[in-house]
């Protein structure tokens, strides 16, 4: 059975950093795409980062240069490491398991560009909340 569960999650000030890390069991670790989602209160769940199973990143546009995701195969473990937060960066943050190893085109729609969609993946952890103060 695939578990995904996050840890990480916490309260900073705007430029401050966090890292989340998603502890995963229950199958052969690197064989996945792994990716990070965030919804906050009120808005759609959107797709920050995604990590292919050779190691290839794509992220959206709105955390491209401050964040970064990695993954440890050795430790079943995916990280994001987030720098210069923003106040609308908050949101609970989830990682999922794509099912295949490469991960989808990313997506753009009017000039914003962002690595997947929720229903590409097929397993998902409980979140992680991530809340920045201005």
């Known amino acids: 059975q695939v578990q995904l569960v996050e840890s990480g999650g916490g309260s900073v000030q705007a430029g401050g950093s966090l890292r989340l890390s998603c502890a995963a069991s229950g199958y052969t670790y690197s064989s996945y795409c792994m990716g990070w989602f965030r919804q906050a209160p009120g808005k759609e769940r959107e797709g920050v980062a995604a990590?292919?199973?050779?190691?290839?990143?794509s992220y959206a546009d709105s955390v491209k240069g401050r964040f970064t995701i990695s993954q440890d195969n050795a430790k079943n473990t995916l990280y994001l490491q987030m720098n210069s937060l923003k106040p609308e960066d908050t949101a609970m943050y989830y990682c999922?398991?794509?099912?295949?190893?490469?991960?989808?085109?990313?997506?753009?729609?009017?000039?914003?560009?962002?690595?997947?969609?929720?229903?590409?993946?097929?397993?998902w952890g409980q979140g992680t909340q991530v809340t920045v103060s201005s």
């Open positions: 999922a398991a794509h099912g295949r190893p490469e991960c989808s085109a990313t997506y753009c729609s009017g000039g914003y560009c962002w690595p997947g969609l929720g229903y590409e993946y097929n397993y």
């Open positions: 990590i292919d199973s050779d190691g290839s990143t």
